[in-house]
């Protein structure tokens, strides 16, 4: 049988191997971010240069643009008389990436984070949500294409003028969103003991974030490749 000196060994020795292992299960992570990150880059890059050299929609993009929106007369005559349900509803998650909205709802999350004293936190989403805007501001002067138009067969929800790829939606509300539901996962959140309550907000989050790409889809204001790169 195991003596209260044996016991206090084997407890001292649990200790002092669990702080290897945490930094060795962290460094695997970090590997696999940054090998997550450079394959993500790549595919970007590699869409970017096709939408670059192709600037034109391509006839799967606009196909599957019609799909989603269902028959229409052509040329399309959007307006709020004759927009359906699901229109209504594109046109509110789209709202949310106005001017006003998208700089709004980042200042918002950082609050939060700062209220549970996660300073640390809510200065890397402000910069986050800084760099990605200008990242996504130099890919799309550089790629160049433009946005669909009605005479191409689709509905045009609101006429933009801007480049369309990447969609700026997409990538912001991925990079804002993400970075939120990624502290939400993290260990000092996963510990706590109402963690629970954070289940319905993590879901809703996930389900928005998954929305927008449809949004931008069905409102014709972006096409798939412009989606999929945001």
Same mark, same amino acid.
């Given at each position: %049988?195991?003596?209260?000196?044996?016991?206090?060994? =084997?407890?001292?020795?649990?200790?002092?191997?669990?702080?290897?292992?945490?930094?060795?299960?962290?460094?695997?992570?970090?590997?696999?971010? %940054?090998?997550? *990150?450079?394959?993500g880059v790549a595919i970007l890059a590699a869409v970017g240069?096709?939408?670059?050299?192709?600037?034109?929609p391509w006839a799967f993009e606009l196909d599957f643009t019609?799909?989603?929106?269902?028959?229409?007369?052509?040329?399309?005559?959007?307006?709020?008389?004759?927009?359906? *349900?699901?229109?209504?509803?594109? +046109?509110?998650?789209?709202?949310?990436? +106005? &001017?006003?909205?998208?700089?709004?709802?980042?200042?918002?999350g950082m609050i939060i984070l700062m209220l549970f004293r996660?300073? /640390?936190?809510?200065?890397?989403?402000?910069?986050?949500? #800084?760099?990605?805007?200008?990242? *996504?501001?130099?890919?799309? %002067?550089?790629?160049?294409? &433009?946005?669909?138009? &009605?005479?191409?067969?689709?509905?045009?929800?609101?006429?933009?003028?801007?480049?369309?790829?990447?969609?700026?939606?997409?990538?912001?509300?991925?990079? $804002?969103?993400?970075?939120?539901?990624?502290?939400?996962?993290?260990?000092?959140?996963?510990? *706590?003991?109402? /963690?629970?309550?954070?289940? &319905?907000? =993590?879901?809703?989050? $996930?389900?928005? %974030?998954?929305?927008?790409?449809?949004? /931008? $889809?069905?409102?014709?204001?972006?096409?798939?490749?412009?989606? #999929?790169?945001?």
């Amino acid at each position: %049988m195991a003596g209260p000196a044996d016991l206090q060994a =084997q407890q001292t020795g649990a200790n002092a191997a669990e702080p290897g292992y945490t930094k060795r299960r962290s460094g695997r992570r970090l590997v696999l971010g %940054m090998i997550l *990150w450079i394959v993500g880059v790549a595919i970007l890059a590699a869409v970017g240069f096709v939408a670059h050299t192709h600037p034109k929609p391509w006839a799967f993009e606009l196909d599957f643009t019609k799909i989603l929106q269902w028959p229409h007369t052509f040329p399309c005559l959007y307006n709020a008389r004759t927009r359906t *349900w699901i229109d209504a509803d594109a +046109d509110l998650i789209n709202s949310f990436n +106005d &001017p006003i909205p998208s700089v709004a709802i980042p200042i918002l999350g950082m609050i939060i984070l700062m209220l549970f004293r996660r300073f /640390r936190q809510a200065i890397l989403l402000g910069i986050a949500v #800084l760099s990605a805007i200008g990242v *996504w501001f130099a890919i799309e %002067m550089y790629v160049g294409r &433009p946005r669909a138009i &009605p005479s191409e067969g689709i509905c045009v929800h609101r006429v933009i003028a801007a480049y369309s790829f990447p969609s700026g939606h997409v990538v912001h509300d991925v990079v $804002l969103f993400g970075f939120l539901l990624y502290v939400s996962f993290s260990e000092p959140v996963r510990s *706590w003991r109402y /963690r629970w309550v954070l289940l &319905p907000l =993590q879901l809703l989050v $996930l389900l928005y %974030m998954l929305s927008v790409g449809f949004a /931008r $889809l069905e409102a014709g204001e972006h096409l798939l490749i412009d989606v #999929l790169g945001g």
